[in-house]
């Protein structure tokens, strides 16, 4: 065989496999937006696949007029975005200043940091903290506890110790101040990297879902996980009163899932590429 | 990283830095730098408070915790907590489950995106590695609750994989339903979710890779796969070190989102680990001072396996994580 068909070959083997983990991704979710969009007597009777039999968006209609589903939707989403503004806000002062190496003291607070990232109190001090700050059942509990990402603080900080220090030199010739070198020099030119480290706090407030069942009880304060974790799981009956009973719990489910998949489905295309970019740039000089 | 900064300039403003030391004290570098130290106020305070914080609350571990004395005024106990929890069966149960999930993921999931990224690296058609990999990141955006939720879908009794197995004549798989069916599903989904997302870091190294290290292979006669093994894999080396002493290191740390969400009454036995665990005893039971002590013999041996892995890793001769 020659080396040409040989690696012919090869490259047609590659891409078949990897096709298959494309499949393999995609199909679940082929599923679900089938099922959600099925009529009931083709779940009932189990016939759905990846494709909708019976179109129906029946399921959808109960999802989208359930006050709480949309409430808890609006309500994350607020919760987001607080979040990422104060997280992004506290990484800067800690990942700017310890990047600062005349600083005296930075090594020992940064070791005190990193000391957090493999050693913590554990679940139950973690919720007496927060129940002893009275802070159950409020949305501080939700944003507080995770105000800053070492792990992230340290990606940043790298970040900006690559930046060319003769800018900052000269602004500091100019007469201009740590803060306003920080807001007019440093800031501007950290902007990949900046929104990088607000997509990965973005995401993680969104997913996260241990805390918001630690320490919210009261519905009211549902992040939109736990709203669907309860209707996934506990078959819990929406809120709203126009609640087909005909309709299959498992159409009910599936469009809560997708339901709860659009924000990333929409925002993710866009997002995509920063990630990649952040991940790699915190990886090499972290 | 100290490295790459250490050009002789710096070298030469350190030691400016030192003689000035001798004649100024520390207050003059607060002064000169207090608007940094001011700067540092909210970040240290977080970390003091929520971290250290929540570590003195650790105590209670070795206390008779009393909801109505508090932290402070309930009685020392003499370490009956953890005699207590080493007499319980299901303590063993539960580190044993959190063991053996681990360990499966280091054998599965571990290798995973490795195998992945190496066959997107050897992709030619670019158009079609950029939308693969695109799509191949989209489980590791969904929370544990979505996933559950599609796991359960898909793979119970009633599910689209058991619905076209009985509809081909077959019989039903006890995906969710019998124990080490779904010990197998636990590890193949969380692969699922991370292998592609997993990918990134090696690809990123494999863009590294010196391109005349290819060229010279195939100067000696190498195909892809002799490729491959003596270039690619090689390169990626250091990044493979480096992710696999995390990973040894959090052997014993389990996230608590992904087994909560994924296990179920009928496999408890195999699926309750100790997060999930702590949760339900030490704070929907209330039995703080036990979920206190768990927790810190998790903490324990977890800093134990990080450092011994890391230790371990610079003796081989690759760099270890600091």
Request: a positive charge; glycine letters at 6%; one cysteine or more.
């Amino acid at each position: 065989m020659s080396q040409k068909l040989k690696n012919r070959i090869f490259d047609y083997s590659a891409v078949f496999i990897v096709l298959i983990a494309v499949f393999i991704c995609l199909i679940p979710f082929l599923y679900i937006l089938s099922e959600s969009l099925s009529s009931n007597r083709a779940i009932i009777s189990h016939l759905v696949t990846i494709f909708p039999i019976g179109f129906n968006i029946e399921a959808y209609k109960v999802v989208f007029t359930d006050a709480g589903m949309l409430y808890s939707m609006f309500y994350t989403v607020i919760l987001v975005l607080v979040y990422v503004l104060l997280a992004l806000t506290v990484t800067v002062l800690a990942a700017y200043t310890l990047s600062r190496k005349r600083l005296k003291g930075r090594n020992i607070i940064l070791l005190l940091m990193v000391f957090t990232m493999y050693f913590s109190g554990g679940l139950v001090p973690d919720y007496m903290l927060v129940k002893n700050l009275h802070l159950l059942n409020t949305p501080f509990a939700l944003i507080l506890p995770s105000m800053m990402s070492v792990f992230n603080m340290i990606i940043l900080k790298s970040f900006f110790q690559n930046l060319p220090e003769s800018l900052e030199e000269a602004a500091y010739l100019d007469g201009c101040s740590d803060l306003q070198i920080l807001l007019k020099i440093i800031l501007p030119l950290s902007k990949p990297a900046l929104a990088t480290i607000a997509l990965l706090y973005a995401v993680f407030r969104w997913n996260y879902f241990q805390d918001a069942l630690f320490y919210i009880t009261n519905e009211k304060l549902y992040t939109i996980q736990l709203k669907l974790y309860n209707v996934i799981n506990i078959s819990q009956q929406m809120s709203g009163e126009n609640v087909v009973i005909n309709l299959p719990s498992e159409a009910l489910k599936a469009a809560s899932i997708i339901f709860g998949t659009i924000p990333i489905l929409i925002v993710y295309p866009w997002l995509q590429k920063y990630f990649v970019s952040g991940i790699t740039i915190g990886s090499i000089k972290g | 990283m100290k490295g790459m900064d250490g050009s002789t300039t710096v070298n030469k403003k350190n030691s400016i830095d030192r003689s000035l030391k001798k004649s100024k004290g520390l207050l003059f570098y607060i002064k000169r730098d207090i608007i940094l130290y001011l700067m540092l106020v909210i970040p240290v305070a977080y970390i003091l408070l929520f971290k250290y914080g929540s570590m003195y609350g650790i105590e209670i571990a070795f206390k008779d915790y009393n909801i109505f004395q508090g932290m402070n005024r309930s009685p020392w106990n003499n370490f009956a907590t953890f005699k207590q929890i080493f007499a319980t069966p299901q303590f063993y149960q539960v580190v044993r489950n959190t063991l053996v999930l681990n360990g499966l993921d280091l054998i599965v999931g571990f290798p995973a995106p490795i195998i992945l990224a190496i066959l997107i690296n050897e992709l030619v058609f670019k158009k079609f590695k950029r939308i693969s990999q695109t799509i191949l990141y989209l489980p590791h955006f969904l929370s544990w609750v979505i996933i559950g939720g599609i796991v359960a879908q898909l793979l119970s009794p009633t599910g689209m994989i058991n619905s076209l197995i009985t509809n081909m004549g077959g019989h039903a798989l006890p995906f969710l339903t019998k124990k080490f069916a779904w010990v197998g599903t636990y590890t193949l989904v969380g692969a699922w979710q991370s292998a592609g997302w997993g990918t990134i870091l090696y690809l990123a190294a494999m863009t590294g890779i010196n391109k005349e290290l290819y060229e010279a292979a195939e100067v000696d006669g190498a195909g892809r796969l002799r490729k491959i093994w003596h270039v690619t894999l090689p390169g990626i080396r250091p990044t493979i070190a480096i992710l696999l002493i995390l990973q040894l290191g959090n052997i014993m740390a389990i996230g608590f989102d992904r087994p909560f969400n994924l296990q179920n009454n009928l496999v408890m036995d195999f699926g309750d680990v100790i997060s999930t665990f702590v949760y339900r005893i030490g704070i929907q039971s209330a039995n703080f001072s036990i979920g206190a002590a768990v927790g810190l013999f998790q903490s324990i041996i977890c800093l134990v396996f990080l450092l011994t892995s890391n230790y371990i890793t610079k003796k081989l001769g690759e760099q270890g994580i600091w």
